[in-house]
């Protein structure tokens, strides 16, 4: 078992930042990989960023260049930099992990746990 807590969002102004964390407590085993998803008023949650025990990271593409995701394994902590924010971005962000070592995807259903997520609302 795996509990996620999310934290860090808020509201912006187009073009600015924000740094989004997720604490990880319980199996380090189910939480080898951990993702970032968001979900839309009125669309399907889909996958951000994703990253793997070696410090292998995957990202949407809509989001290249301007997130980063990276992990503190001694903190159990997973943060995602996000920068040049852009109204598109709102959402409710998820943390989500799952035991694969080489995060293969960043499917919803291939992730077994879940944060309660964290608002991030960017104005223009």
């Known amino acids: 078992q795996v509990q996620l807590v999310e934290s860090g969002g808020g509201s912006v102004q187009a073009g600015g930042s924000l740094r989004l964390s997720c604490v990880a407590s319980?199996?380090?085993?189910?939480?080898?990989?951990m993702g970032w998803f968001r979900q839309a008023p009125g669309k399907e949650r889909e996958g951000v960023a994703a990253i793997n025990m070696a410090g292998g990271t995957t990202y949407t593409d809509s989001v290249k260049g301007r997130f980063t995701i990276s992990r503190d394994s001694a903190k159990n902590t997973l943060y995602l930099q996000i920068n040049s924010l852009k109204p598109e971005d709102t959402a409710m962000y998820y943390c989500a992990a799952e035991p694969r070592f080489w995060c293969p995807s960043m499917v919803v259903h291939d992730f077994d746990y879940w944060g309660q997520g964290t608002q991030v609302t960017v104005s223009s």
């Open positions: 319980g199996s380090t085993y189910s939480s080898r990989c």
